[in-house]
């Protein structure tokens, strides 16, 4: 996995947001809720709505198109969607908060245990 700064330290002052993301060639969506901070895919699996256009409730993701809502901690869909979509790791450091991506070589690297 690799890790890459997404915000500044000082991101975790400024008032809770939805946005867009470009990060290592993925489109994801960063939403900051009550001092927190998620990363989750950006594309709903139900539509293909920009989630970044949605709102938050309850550290619920809701779509903008036919409010479908996602879990920002799990990724799991409200009862009865029987969709999720992928979430992120986080951290936060002293210099920023990174996000974990998975390497795209990782299935291959632990199958040929490459170093």
Known sequence: MIWIKIFPANILESADFIRLLNVAGKKLCAVKIDDE????QSKCPHAGADLSQGFCKEKKL?????????????????EGQNNYIETYPVEVRTDGVYVGIKEKWTFLKNLFRIE
């Open 37 to 40: 901070i998620f990363v989750v």
């Open 62 to 78: 809701i779509c903008p198109y036919h409010r479908y809502e996602y879990d920002l901690r799990t990724g799991r869909g409200a």
